[in-house]
């Protein structure tokens, strides 16, 4: 049985939206678009998988939660 073609990932085409965020936001989802997206991708922020939601091969939504967005002292 011939194995599946490896998903070599998505091409990320257009700006992400937002393209900034402010300091101390609540959770932000952002919006990647590009080409190539699959219900199995997801969306890392350095080494930590956000909360991803595939929309269609065209994008893909990642929620930024706000501990991340935050400064600290």
């Given at each position: 049985?011939p194995?599946p073609a490896a998903h070599?990932?998505?091409e990320?085409?257009q700006?992400n939206?937002?393209?900034?965020?402010?300091?101390?936001s609540?959770?932000?989802?952002?919006a990647?678009t590009?080409?190539g997206f699959?219900?199995?991708d997801?969306?890392l922020l350095?080494?930590?998988?956000?909360?991803?939601?595939?929309?269609?091969?065209?994008?893909?939504?990642?929620?930024?939660?706000?501990?991340?967005?935050?400064i600290?002292?």
């Open positions: 049985m194995k070599e990932g998505p990320i085409t700006p939206q937002p393209d900034r965020i402010a300091v101390n609540a959770d932000t989802t952002v990647l590009g080409e699959a219900p199995t997801r969306v350095g080494d930590r998988e956000l909360a991803t939601t595939f929309v269609s091969p065209n994008e893909i939504k990642a929620v930024i939660p706000a501990a991340d967005l935050k600290y002292p």
